[in-house]
């Protein structure tokens, strides 16, 4: 079949949707990509919240991303954003505060070339004894001599002690970087996702363990962007399109919802797992793959907004905070001009679960103000509580490939990307290769 007579219907416009619409329309390949909301975007959206008479633009969750996000800074790139517009760039550091203290303090000198800069950087990072910055140092060159394998699987935690990773490295470290990397306790976390995360951060070039930390509101980073390209590329994108089922005919698919159906020669199913049974139910030679993610645990990402007086603002635009629930604490004023505002993040399950948001904001806030003693009480709080925001990253979980049983059905979506962790960049690598079986069948 030329590319001409293709007609692919994505079915979900987050990170992994879009990504594969993109691709397939740059070829020329007819794309309608379809979403159950009333905005693309999916887990990484922002969302307008009112107080009184003001909208303020806020995220689903702040977001981070590395320098080893390659692919998504591809794909932006090809949707004309510039990286320079879109993120401060941070090069690898890492600042800790318990209460007023610094508790761990990382410096990666920007000077020097990667590996170097990191060894010195372990070498005379605060807040570990002597012994133990070896003992990193030691267990990063192991890993590296090891290509970032291991034979079996293992939670982390038991993965850490085994190599030798005090508690305090572990707490002051390696956790803090799981709950990041994989929003997962690192008493189930999986040791081989973790490294691959590790490979692709610190394995290659410096700028890959930069943070890109986002100067503009999700939805103005990637759907915008990403539906204008599209729109001008004769793809159609469509809101409020809830995928009922997928019918296989003589010409390939009809994709339906409640009140319409769409012909496709193909379909990708770019949807998270939560709701894949509700689409892919009818289809027999799929309920294995149904059962497999109806297996799935979930973890929520919790973020507390909190508005100081515009004047407020912190040493850095990321601080990490320990011995408490607060885990990260951004600066939108140095960040996105939201002059005052913080958003702190709670990744993974926790006590924080067990009170009420006001209850959650005002602790959270009380940290702060111990953290960092200039803080005024907050003007506003908002309390945004992603119950499933990602797949819960344990020890071996099976992971579906792209292809399916069905000829011309692809899936997509951040669990298929079996390397990683649920993230923007996996998404957008799914959704890469899903279309390269369209493009280069
Ligand atoms: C609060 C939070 C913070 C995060 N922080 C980070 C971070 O800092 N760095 C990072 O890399 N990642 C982060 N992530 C993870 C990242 O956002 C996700 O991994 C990624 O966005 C997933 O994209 P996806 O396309 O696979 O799935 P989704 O974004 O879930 O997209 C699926 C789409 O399918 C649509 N859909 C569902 N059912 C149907 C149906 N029946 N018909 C049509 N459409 C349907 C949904 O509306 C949705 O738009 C975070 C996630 C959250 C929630």
Redesign the pocket.
Same mark, same amino acid.
């Given at each position: 079949m030329n590319k001409q007579a293709r007609h692919v219907v994505v +079915?979900? #416009?987050?990170?992994?949707?879009m990504g594969a619409a993109v691709n397939l329309a740059a070829q020329g390949i007819q794309v309608t990509l379809? $979403? #159950? /909301?009333a905005q &693309?975007?999916?887990? /990484?959206r922002s969302v307008a919240i009112e107080f009184g008479s003001q909208v303020h633009q806020l995220d %689903?969750?702040q977001? =981070?991303?590395l320098g080893a996000y390659r692919e998504t800074l591809k794909l932006l790139a090809s949707v004309g954003v510039q990286e320079k517009d879109a993120f401060l760039r941070v090069p690898l550091s890492l600042d800790v505060r318990a209460g007023k203290q610094t508790a761990f303090k990382l410096n990666a000198p920007s000077c020097l070339p990667a590996p170097l800069n990191q060894l010195i950087g372990f070498l005379c990072c605060q807040g570990l004894h002597w012994s133990e910055r070896v003992a990193v140092i030691k267990f990063m060159l192991r890993l590296k001599n090891s290509h970032y394998q291991i034979a079996d699987d293992a939670p982390l935690a038991n993965f850490l002690h085994i190599n030798q990773q005090s508690s305090n490295v572990t707490t002051m470290l390696w956790e803090p970087l799981c709950l990041a990397a994989l929003n997962t306790p690192i008493n189930i976390a999986s040791s081989r996702i973790f490294l691959n995360v590790l490979r692709d951060t610190f394995n290659s070039k410096k700028a890959d363990s930069d943070f890109l930390l986002p100067k503009l509101d999700l939805s103005q980073l990637f759907s915008q962007p990403i539906a204008r390209y599209l729109n001008a590329n004769n793809a159609k994108v469509l809101h409020n399109?809830? !995928?009922k089922s997928i019918t296989p005919n003589a010409n390939g698919y009809s994709v339906s919802t409640k009140e319409e159906s769409f012909e496709a020669s193909h379909v990708i199913v770019?949807?998270?797992p939560v709701?894949l049974r %509700? !689409?892919i139910g009818d289809l027999p030679k799929l309920s294995n793959l149904a059962e497999q993610t109806d297996s799935y645990d979930y973890q929520p +990402?919790y &973020?507390i907004y909190l508005q100081y007086p515009r004047n407020t603002t912190l040493s850095a635009p990321m601080l990490g905070l320990t011995g408490g629930l607060s885990q990260w604490v951004f600066d939108r004023g140095i960040l996105c001009k939201q002059h005052g505002l913080m958003a702190v993040i709670i990744s993974a399950e926790g006590k924080h679960q067990d009170i009420t948001q006001e209850e959650l904001a005002l602790k959270v806030a009380q940290e702060l103000k111990a953290a960092f003693p200039q803080l005024d009480k907050p003007l506003w709080h908002k309390v945004i509580a992603?119950k499933r /925001? &990602?797949f819960s990253c344990n020890v071996n979980l099976p992971r579906p490939a792209h292809i399916t049983p069905y000829p011309h059905l692809y899936l997509a979506? $951040?669990y298929t990307y079996a390397d990683y962790p649920? &993230? =923007?960049?996996?998404?957008v690598r799914s959704g890469i290769n899903a279309a390269n079986y369209i493009i280069n069948p």
């Open positions: +079915i979900g #416009a987050g990170m992994a949707g379809l $979403d #159950a /909301a &693309t975007g999916g887990r /990484a %689903n969750g977001h =981070i991303m399109k809830r !995928v770019a949807m998270s709701r %509700n !689409v +990402i &973020t992603e /925001a &990602t979506g $951040d649920a &993230t =923007i960049e996996g998404a």
